[in-house]
């Protein structure tokens, strides 16, 4: 841990005037940004989270690692917003310039602090390391500038408070800029935003379709503030309820109504809410019920098996499960040999009998098979994106989906676990 100066609040004093309703910028940095290698995932983040705070954003730019174009986007934004948050170029390397570039842009002398060198020295000495001298830039600050801790790496944020303005530097990685936000950013901007907050409560449904969704809520779409929306999810069909309000609490107090109205008409449809996942509230209705499950699975490769196991507690309910990628394997595990002859291997009736194999073999309550062709090649003459999935459940005659999803390999493996865990939660709503 690198323990970077003290708490933003009590390094920083909090009585900063003209505050309220703020306009903001976000600078995504980092050339393989612009070259489609990673995904902008940072803004996203900080565009979701900014309404909440009572902050607008206005503008969203990415740049890559150029001194000179990214100095003349921190400068434009400085001229026409009230708060600049920046992601990437803080670390160690020729080509992270945000440092550079800020102090370019605000026309302030960059130096490096002796405290924060010292402290990043001492960080690679407590780990047997001798600090790269390349590392001795993520010590420098503009006068401007005070240091943000960084516990999970070496480069420190940035809060620049200047004529009027501020700009918060935060590191690229996901896993340092969401803690920097959270624990040292978010609370800090909390104290100075007064303007409305804008409040959001999304609900998660699955087994409908967006346009019934739509239709079933009609008169609710009608509703300004809170205001609510139908979208097309991945994981099912979300409904958003949106509140603009003085305060959370008070936006929140606006949303309960229509959030109580909207799971009134769609009932058991809603399977979750916010951040839930489908996994863990799947994994909460077998944890309740005290069952379990286990999976075969054929195209998406042990893809069903690790989302299951991507919920805490999953090893109270999973049983486990095996990647019986072909006829062979399958025929090892337990499948009917004369199933997968006479109706080959992706077929509904061998994902039947894949379920009740594993099922009984490991001794689970459920047992789920998929099978199917993820491509890019069709397979037994089955076109790309056919996919079979069953459930085996032994209290029922279970419950089997066939369709075809002709999208990338990936897609089609997603929507073969999302269709998994929705059968599974059917069959546990139907005890």
């Known amino acids: 841990m690198l323990p970077c100066a003290r708490r933003l609040d009590e390094a920083i004093d909090l009585d900063y005037p003209g ?16 070259l489609g290698e990673i995904l902008d995932t940072n803004a996203q983040y900080i565009a979701s989270r900014l309404p909440a705070l009572g902050i607008d954003l206005y503008w969203m ?10 100095s003349e986007a921190i400068r434009r934004a400085w001229d026409r917003s009230d708060l600049i948050l920046t992601t990437g170029g803080l670390g160690p390397t020729e080509d992270d310039l945000t440092r550079e570039a800020i102090a370019a842009a605000l026309d302030e002398p960059l130096s490096v602090d002796g405290k924060m060198e010292a402290q990043l020295r001492a960080f690679f000495s407590s780990r047997g390391l001798v600090m790269p001298e390349r590392n001795v830039k993520q ?4 006068p401007s500038a005070r240091p943000i801790a960084n516990p999970r790496g070496t480069a420190p944020g940035w809060w620049v408070k200047r004529d009027g303005r501020i700009l918060v530097a935060m590191p690229g990685p996901p896993v340092e800029m969401e803690r920097m936000w959270e624990e040292e950013v978010a609370p800090r901007l909390a104290k100075l935003a007064t303007g409305g907050v804008i409040v959001s409560r999304t609900l998660k449904t699955m087994g409908i379709g967006e346009g019934s969704v739509d239709e079933m809520v009609g008169p609710l779409l009608r509703s300004t503030n809170p205001s609510v929306a139908v979208y097309a999810k991945a994981d099912g069909v979300h409904l958003r309820i949106t509140a603009k309000a003085a305060s959370r609490e008070e936006a929140q107090r606006l949303i309960a109504p229509m959030e109580e109205e909207a799971r009134g008409i769609l009932g058991k449809t809603i399977w979750g809410a916010d951040d839930e996942t489908l996994e863990a509230a799947v994994g909460a209705m077998l944890r309740e019920r005290g069952l379990s499950v286990a999976t075969m699975e054929s195209c998406t490769g042990g893809l069903l098996a690790s989302t299951i196991t991507d919920a805490a507690g999953s090893s109270s309910y999973f049983k486990g499960g095996f990647v019986a990628y ?8 337990g499948v009917d040999e004369e199933l997968v002859r006479r109706h080959g291997v992706v077929s509904q009736e061998v994902a039947r009998d894949m379920a009740r194999a594993v099922r009984e073999r490991l001794g689970a309550d459920f047992g789920i098979g998929i099978t199917g062709v993820a491509g890019p090649e069709p397979l037994e003459d089955k076109p790309v994106g056919t996919i079979h999935i069953a459930l085996d459940d032994p209290d029922t005659s279970g419950q089997a989906i066939s369709y075809t999803f002709a999208q990338s390999r990936a897609a089609i493996k997603r929507r073969a676990v999302t269709t998994a ?9 139907g005890r």
């Open 139 to 142: 010590a420098a600050l503009i």
């Open 61 to 70: 730019t990415q740049v890559g690692d150029n001194l000179d174009r990214l």
């Open 326 to 333: 072909t006829g062979e394997m399958k025929i090892a595990l």
């Open 19 to 34: 505050a309220a309703s703020m306009k903001a910028e976000s600078i995504s940095i980092g050339t393989e940004i612009l």
């Open 421 to 429: 865990l929705f059968l599974l939660r059917r069959a546990l709503l």
